[in-house]
Each structure stands twice: as structure tokens, then as C-alpha cells.
T-cell receptor, first 114, second 113 residues
Framework: NAGVTQTPKFQVLKTGQSMTLQCAQDMNHEYMSWYRQDPGMGLRLIHYSVGAGITDQGEVPNGYNVSRSTTEDFPLRLLSAAPSQTSVYFC?????????????FGEGSRLTVL | TQLLEQSPQFLSIQEGENLTVYCNSSSVFSSLQWYRQEPGEGPVLLVTVVTGGEVKKLKRLTFQFGDARKDSSLHITAAQPGDTGLYLCAGIIYGGSQGNLIFGKGTKLSVKP
């Protein structure tokens, strides 16, 4: 079972470059989300989606864009990377956004911005 | 403001010892979850507690949700090296949904053989 798949696992960018972190889930989950994890800061929600065509901002959305054209995919775009965006990014999905369901996480994407 | 405070931040113990990790807040939560994260991997759900005063057991791990639904604890009996990892509590504030799920900063546990 694939679950939640993130690509790439590692990426190095220069300040000002753009890139997209890919996330795909094969569990037909309604809810998908992106978190960033920084030392001493825990997991912080960037953006989330409760279904295809619906997205909303989380706690730290600035500098990131998302879209949800299909149930399966939820890419995260960095339009102009900054060193402050150096972090480990996790995509997560859940069966329902209303009830407290289990969040299934990908393995993470480690991004370094020079 | 950190809505979910976890303590301790770091814990290093010997195999066989018992330990308790705490997750506290001044807010009421409709539910609390505990996740474990190993290096290089995403967090994995251990348990969800939804009722005030609820106690759940998962082998040597015991989870409790406070009566007022503002806090939770994780107790590990006879810790083993395989318990090593980052333990995260996460909660949905009362009246919220998954988009309002917030995480504590985590407790990094190291169990030495």
C-alpha cells in the first residue's frame, strides 16, 4: 500500500527559485494538508484542503500556494524561496475533515534554501 | 502562544524504567491524539482520546485524557530501546475540525539499552 507519497525527499534551492513539492494519496481521503517541521517548533499547518477545489490557509501560509484539482493530489508551491523556508515538509491526509480521524503522513521532504 | 505545551522536551532513560509525558493546555479540546515519529519518517498515530477521563492502553503505553479535556498524559511502563522517538500530542479545539488540529512541540525520548 502506497499511502501518502511525497516527492522529492531532498531538495536544495537558491534564494528566489521556485519549486513544487508533490503529494499524492491513494486512500480516497477527503482531507489533505501540508505541515512544516522545524527544530523546537513542532508541526505547523501551512495549508489544507477538505476536498477537490477547496483549499484554506493554516497557521503559516505566507510564501506558499496550493491547489487541489483532484482528490488524490495536493501540491505545495514555493514561488520565490527564502532561507526561512528551510524546513522538513510533511503532507498528511485523513478520511474526514469533520471527525477526528487518523492523519496519515508522508515520509517528508527536506528542503534547504541557500 | 503555544496552545499545547508538552513536557518534558527531552527525556533520556535506561531500558526498563517507567516514564510519563505530559500535554497541557488552557483550552478545551474535543479530542487529543498522540503520535510517534522516528527519524526520517512521518508521525504515526498511536491513539485518539475523545472523552474526558478516558484511559486507553496500547501494550506498555497508557494514555489518559483529563476530566476537563484540557490535558493528556502518556505513560510508558518498562521502556525499551524501540520506544525511542519523538512523541507528539495533537488536538482539535472544541468546536473545530481537522483544519484546526494543532500539535505540541514534542517530547524526544531516548531509551538506552
Amino acid at each position: 500500500n502506497a499511502g501518502v507519497t511525497q516527492t522529492p525527499k531532498f531538495q536544495v534551492l537558491k534564494t528566489g527559485q521556485s519549486m513544487t513539492l508533490q503529494c499524492a494519496q491513494d486512500m480516497n481521503h477527503e482531507y489533505m494538508s501540508w505541515y512544516r517541521q522545524d527544530p523546537g517548533m513542532g508541526l505547523r499547518l501551512i495549508h489544507y484542503s477538505v476536498g477537490a477545489g477547496i483549499t484554506d490557509q493554516g497557521e503559516v501560509p505566507n510564501g506558499y500556494n496550493v491547489s487541489r484539482s483532484t482528490t488524490e493530489d495536493f501540491p505545495l508551491r514555493l514561488l520565490s524561496a527564502a532561507p526561512s523556508q528551510t524546513s522538513v515538509y510533511f503532507c498528511a491526509s485523513s478520511y474526514s475533515w469533520v471527525n477526528t480521524g487518523e492523519l496519515f503522513f508522508g515520509e517528508g521532504s527536506r528542503l534547504t534554501v541557500l | 502562544t503555544q496552545l499545547l505545551e508538552q513536557s518534558p522536551q527531552f527525556l533520556s532513560i535506561q531500558e526498563g524504567e517507567n516514564l510519563t509525558v505530559y500535554c497541557n493546555s488552557s483550552s478545551v479540546f474535543s479530542s487529543l491524539q498522540w503520535y510517534r515519529q522516528e527519524p526520517g519518517e512521518g508521525p504515526v498515530l498511536l491513539v485518539t482520546v475523545v472523552t474526558g477521563g478516558e484511559v486507553k492502553k496500547l501494550k506498555r503505553l497508557t494514555f489518559q485524557f483529563g476530566d476537563a479535556r484540557k490535558d493528556s498524559s502518556l505513560h510508558i511502563t518498562a521502556a525499551q530501546p524501540g520506544d525511542t522517538g519523538l512523541y507528539l500530542c495533537a488536538g482539535i479545539i472544541y468546536g473545530g475540525s481537522q483544519g484546526n488540529l494543532i500539535f505540541g512541540k514534542g517530547t524526544k525520548l531516548s531509551v538506552k539499552p
